[in-house]
Nanobody
Framework: QVQLVESGGGLVQPGGSLRLTCTMS????????MGWYRQATGKQRELVAT???????RYSDSAKGRFTISRDNSKNTVWLEMNNLEPDDTAVYYC????????????WGQGTEVTVSS
C-alpha cells in the first residue's frame, strides 16, 4: 500500500515563504504523478500543482509565478516551494500520488496546515 508523509507547514507572515515536502513509500512502479492540493475552510479541495514522473508540470492559476513544484524520483519525494504567500493561501495542503495504469492507485497524505497571517 502506498503511503505519503508530508511536512513543512506552519504559520508565516504575508510575503513569506514555506517549503512543503512529501515522501512516498518505496514503490517498484513508475508512471506516478505526484502533486499538491489544498483545501481552505468551507471550500472544496483544489489543485495547486502536479508533476509527472517524466517531469511535466501543471500549476493552478493562483500558484503560477509564486510556487514551484519539484521532484526527485530516486527519493520518491516531491517538494512545493511557496513564495510571496498571501492570506488566501491559508489552507490544509495535501500531497497526492496517483497512477492510472495497472496497478492503479490514488493516495492522499494526511495534510499539513499552512496559515498566512500577520
Amino acid at each position: 500500500q502506498v503511503q505519503l508523509v508530508e511536512s513543512g507547514g506552519g504559520l508565516v507572515q504575508p510575503g513569506g515563504s514555506l517549503r512543503l515536502t512529501c515522501t512516498m513509500s518505496r514503490i517498484s512502479w513508475g508512471a506516478v504523478t505526484m502533486g499538491w492540493y489544498r483545501q481552505a475552510t468551507g471550500k472544496q479541495r483544489e489543485l495547486v500543482a502536479t508533476v509527472t514522473s517524466g517531469g511535466n508540470i501543471r500549476y493552478s492559476d493562483s500558484a503560477k509565478g509564486r510556487f514551484t513544484i519539484s521532484r526527485d524520483n530516486s527519493k520518491n519525494t516531491v517538494w512545493l516551494e511557496m513564495n510571496n504567500l498571501e492570506p488566501d493561501d491559508t489552507a490544509v495542503y495535501y500531497c497526492n500520488a496517483r497512477r492510472t495504469v495497472t496497478p492503479t492507485f490514488n493516495t492522499w497524505g494526511q495534510g499539513t496546515e499552512v496559515t498566512v497571517s500577520s
